[in-house]
């Protein structure tokens, strides 16, 4: 669904406390892939998580706003309904304990290297559009330098209880990134500039070495080798 933003979030073992902990799962699909994703239903973008329920240890949504603006609870007949007779496939919500990724629970791109796609594609990109859970701002202008990142690790925030993350592979990009996080709209133009400049990847994944909270203005440190924990 659409992304959301925060000032600031828990960085466990499995991701960023409440992220992507729900999924609709496609009901007597029997392949290797079950889940409704935005590659299947566009407009899937345009439903907005809203609410907070912190009940279960990690903040949760409680509902979700349709593209008409109509709030269903999550989990409810109502909105089950609601998403298959738009999808035209029948599906049931889900709820994962320790998340769905593609790759990994932490997703990591620069806004210099969605500016650099943008400036090549002619468009003005949101950040969305690439659904990483973590964006920086590195001091170079230059795109793709997270592919250097690889094999080090990045640091966030200052002392003893700063997070930790180890960055294992480059982003490896599907269809989802042609597609307007405000309309759904989709451009492949987007995709095939990324295929061009860099083989298809943008951004990088990583693994949880430290936990703790990571905040909207933290400094991001890169080091190549993990720092000495307590």
């Known amino acids: 669904m659409a992304g ?5 979030a828990y960085l466990g073992w499995h991701g960023l406390a409440g992220d992507r902990r729900f999924a609709f799962r496609r009901v007597g699909t029997d392949n290797g892939f079950p889940w409704l994703s935005a590659s299947r239903f566009s407009e899937l973008l345009l439903y907005h998580p809203i609410g907070l329920d912190e009940s279960t240890g990690e903040p949760l949504p409680t509902h979700v706003r349709t593209p008409t603006g109509s709030e269903l609870a999550l989990g409810s007949a109502e909105l089950n309904a609601h998403v298959s007779a738009q999808s035209g496939q029948g599906v ?4 994962l304990k320790h998340g769905i990724f593609d790759e990994a629970a932490v997703s990591v791109i620069s806004l210099a290297t969605i500016a650099g796609i943008g400036r090549e594609a002619g468009l003005n990109l949101d950040h969305r559009r690439f659904r990483a859970n973590l964006v920086v701002e590195t001091e170079l202008d230059e795109p793709f ?3 250097g990142w690889v094999g080090g690790t990045l640091v966030f925030g200052e002392g003893d209880t700063r997070a930790v993350v180890s960055v294992t592979l480059r982003d490896l990009r599907c269809v989802i990134i042609n597609l307007d996080p405000e309309t759904s709209e989709r451009s492949a133009s987007v995709m095939k500039t990324v295929v061009r400049l860099n083989e298809n990847t943008a951004g990088v994944y ?7 909270t990571i905040r909207v203005g933290d400094r991001v440190s890169l080091a190549s080798e993990s720092p000495t924990l307590g």
């Open 92 to 95: 049931e919500l889900m709820m």
């Open 4 to 8: 959301t933003t925060t000032d600031s």
């Open 206 to 212: 990583a693994t949880v070495v430290r936990t703790g």
């Open 145 to 147: 330098l997270e592919d």
